[in-house]
Each structure stands twice: as structure tokens, then as C-alpha cells.
């Protein structure tokens, strides 16, 4: 299963999104840690750059969360919870699919206007991207990072759904580290 260009772009913002609280301090805690975060983002589009811009991200962000399993091997989220917050969203923000070309980006899925809340943008966009997830029935693409005391959430779209680590931190590196010295130990 190949999962659309647009699909995969959106995905791994949802997953940043959800990683911005992993920070110290929490990445969308003020207007300059916003500002940074969304120059990383591919969202176009028309920006409000205020408070309640920030603010309306953050709500939005406590509610992808649980699109996530809760912890490191807890369960993938229930299919039917996914798609109720799916509905839900894009009930709220008036989705109306519509293909766009701009920016060097070929032919893409857009469903609100580029004048909507910044918020209502993302929202509406992942959940477009999650219900491609929840048509073929595979959210367990949505994981937690396999890292040592990693909270990070990820998205694994490779065909061979490798994929077990963060792209965030250094985890996969400190995981075959801490192999090796296991495996020399146990030599010794
Ligand atoms: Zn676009
Ligand atoms: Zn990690």
C-alpha cells in the first residue's frame, strides 16, 4: 500500500504537532517557539501570528494525541474512537475536499479555504490524511517510539513497516549502542 505524497507530508506534521510537548519548554509554550516550530511545517496558507492562533494549535494538539497508542506497547487507539474525532473534526471545520497546485507542489488534497484559521487548516487536513489510515485499516502506522524513556509519537509508511524509531531524538542510535554493550557483556 502506497499512501499518497500529500498523505505522508500531512502524517509526519500531525506526528510533530504531538511531539512539540516533548520540548523543554513545551515548543508552542510562546509566540517564538510557535514561530519556529511552523517555519519547519509545510502548511501554506493565510496566518492570524497571534495568541489565539497559538492557542487554537495547542487544543488542537491535545486532541490528536489520542490518535496515538497512550504509551510505549499499549494498544493502537480503538478504529471507532479514531474515526468518531475524525468526523468530529472536519464536521467543526467545514471540510471540503478540493484538489491545489501551488509552491512547487504538484496536485494535493486541500479541504478548507487558505483563508481559514491556521487551525482549522491542520485539523482538517490530518483528518483527511487519518481517514486514509482508517479506510485501509491500518492505524497501527501511528506508534510510539520503541526509545528508552522516548514519549515521541511516529509514523511508519514504509512498506516493510520498519520503522520503530523517533525521528526527533537520537534513539535508534542509543538503542544499537546499548545492544552492543549487552552483547559484549554478556561475552565477558
Ligand atoms: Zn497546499
Ligand atoms: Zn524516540
Known sequence: MEFAHDTQVVLAAAASLVNTTLSEPDALADAAGFEAWMDAQPYTGDRAHTDDERTAVRALRDRLVA???????AECPD???????VNTILDETDARP?????????W????????????DRMGAEIAMAVADL????????LRRCAGEDCDAVLVDLSRNRSKRFCDTGNCANRAHVAAYRARRASRT
Open 98 to 106: 478540493h484538489l491545489a497546485r501551488h509552491d512547487g507542489w504538484d
Open 67 to 73: 490518535l496515538w497508542p497512550a504509551g510505549a506497547g
Open 79 to 85: 478504529r471507532d474512537r479514531t474515526v468518531e474525532l
Open 134 to 141: 482508517v479506510r485501509v485499516d491500518d492505524l497501527s502506522r
Open 108 to 119: 494535493h488534497l486541500h479541504v478548507t479555504p487558505r483563508n481559514a484559521p491556521l487551525a
